[in-house]
């Protein structure tokens, strides 16, 4: 197979950086919703399972229906995964937000229990399930569309703009929740003041409609559909043939979300429920340390194109085993000081995976399957581990009356993911996406590219046809 200069994927940098807010405000929106649900969960454990007597059990009925939700992840991964990889990855973006919207505003709009009994929450039931069949083509598109829009040396430091994205929505929605606390009484709190935040979802979502449908196809998509010889490869074909990749994608997905859902959805309810941390102090707390997250975000995803993926995969999973424990058991300390430190260790750490995991995850798959393989594996490991995160937690210190169990969870996970990436994971910082030729920003990359071509990974579609 000679390799055809023509081929390589020349990108505008500035059209890339505005592809990334497009994909990045969708972000916004899908965690703006998920961080609402958690920073007002002890409020809506009480609107919609007010039967329940026991409020620790009310919470875990909450984060149930939370985790629940996420099992149609898979299937909306599947059905949007198949229709990203034939028609296209922004057909699926402009579908997956106006559903994201919907399923918000959907919940603001909820009668309680003590309105109309058990229909509360099997509809707030409903609305979540179609957050999470949105949300199954919603993040891995975003990932693979900004992966195939970047330029190969700076595709981690783009690629950390969605979780920049992810952490927008999460400050947004912590800061409407501490403004209304701090203005409302918990009574006008608990009657009408919850409803407000999820109403906004509507015009955040419009927004973000009006974005993505501005944006053009990926490069590499094109060229790809622009190849005669692409054949569609079943499921299990695929499982049969990227059983390797598939694994360490999977992995890389729990131990990431894992330990996002630990700090961002579960934390504000810990410091409530455990700590006794007015939701007040603990909602503007967590707010302080992701805004903190958001430079170290970049940060990593820029050391991530310099160094390695690898590299910086090895230095979080390496914190987050050795000091996992140490961050909660200061947190349990119950000062504010102890506390501001035992969440900021596990910011800065989630951080290294925030500016890694977007631009590393979709060069794992070829371009024909990449949008299926990494849309349904990163939605079954999320389903699984990170969003019945909250509800394993809940459970953890419920049973075992240790408020340090969280902490052993993610000490283990952290090991798990470690050995994985130690030893299956093999650096793509800087090389071209499986099977495709290198994509550039500047002529200086472009005759590199010319000059050096056995630096990409273009020859291994030679090899796959083998």
């Given at each position: ?28 929106m ?22 329940v ?20 992840r ?21 579908t ?9 505003l ?15 929450p ?58 209304l ?15 407000i ?24 998509f ?14 299990l ?20 979300n ?11 309810s810990?410091?409530?429920e ?31 194109d ?16 050795l ?22 260790i ?11 995991v ?67 994971f ?41």
């Amino acid at each position: 197979m000679k390799f055809n200069k023509k081929k390589i994927n020349v990108v505008d940098i500035q059209k890339a950086k505005k592809s990334v807010f497009a994909t990045g405000v969708g972000n916004a929106m899908e965690w703006f919703d998920f961080g609402l649900y958690s920073y007002l969960a002890v409020i809506i454990s009480q609107n919609f399972f007010s039967a329940v007597e026991n409020d620790e059990l009310k919470l875990v009925f909450t984060f149930a229906t939370f985790a629940i939700a996420f099992l149609m992840r898979p299937l909306g991964g599947i059905i949007f995964g198949k229709i990203g990889d034939k028609l296209g990855r922004k057909v699926v973006l402009t579908t997956t937000i106006i559903l994201m919207a919907f399923s918000t505003l959907l919940i603001g709009l909820l009668p309680t229990y003590d309105q109309i009994g058990i229909w509360a929450p099997i509809l707030l039931l409903i609305a979540r399930i179609i957050q999470g069949f949105s949300t199954g083509g919603e993040y891995a598109g975003a990932m693979v569309y900004i992966a195939e829009s970047s330029p190969d040396n700076k595709r981690n430091m783009l690629g950390s703009g969605l979780e920049i994205g992810t952490l927008t929505g999460y400050i947004l929605a912590s800061l409407l929740a501490s403004t209304l606390f701090i203005i409302l009484s918990d009574e006008q709190m608990a009657s009408w003041g919850w409803r407000i935040p999820f109403l906004l979802g509507l015009p955040l979502g419009l927004i973000g409609l009006y974005l993505r449908k501005s944006l053009e196809e990926s490069p590499i998509f094109e060229n790809e559909l622009s190849d005669d010889d692409v054949q569609e490869e079943s499921f299990l074909s695929i499982l049969k043939n990227h059983k390797k990749d598939i694994l360490v994608c999977f992995v890389v997905v729990a131990f990431f979300n894992i330990t996002n859902y630990m700090l961002l959805s579960y934390m504000p309810s810990y410091l409530d429920e455990i700590i006794g941390l007015s939701s007040t102090v603990g909602t503007v707390l967590i707010t302080v340390i992701m805004i903190i997250m958001v430079p170290l975000t970049l940060m990593f995803g820029k050391l991530s194109d310099k160094i390695g993926n690898k590299t910086v995969f090895l230095i979080g999973l390496g914190g987050l085993t050795l000091l996992s424990v140490l961050a909660f058991y200061l947190i349990n300390l119950n000062a504010l000081v102890f506390i501001s430190l035992g969440i900021l260790i596990l910011g800065v750490l989630l951080s290294t995976y925030e500016g890694t995991v977007p631009g590393s995850l979709p060069t794992m798959f070829y371009t024909d399957i990449r949008y299926r393989t990494l849309s349904v594996t990163f939605n079954v490991s999320v389903s699984i581990f990170g969003g019945t995160t909250p509800l394993v937690s809940t459970w953890l210190v419920h049973q075992t009356g240790n408020n340090l169990a969280p902490a052993f969870y993610l000490t283990a996970v952290s090991i798990i993911g470690f050995l994985v990436i130690a030893f299956l994971f093999k650096s793509t910082s800087g090389k071209s996406l499986k099977g495709s030729y290198p994509t550039v920003a500047s002529k200086s990359d472009y005759q590199e590219a010319v000059e050096n071509p056995k630096d990409s990974l273009w020859w291994q579609a030679e090899k796959r046809e083998e």
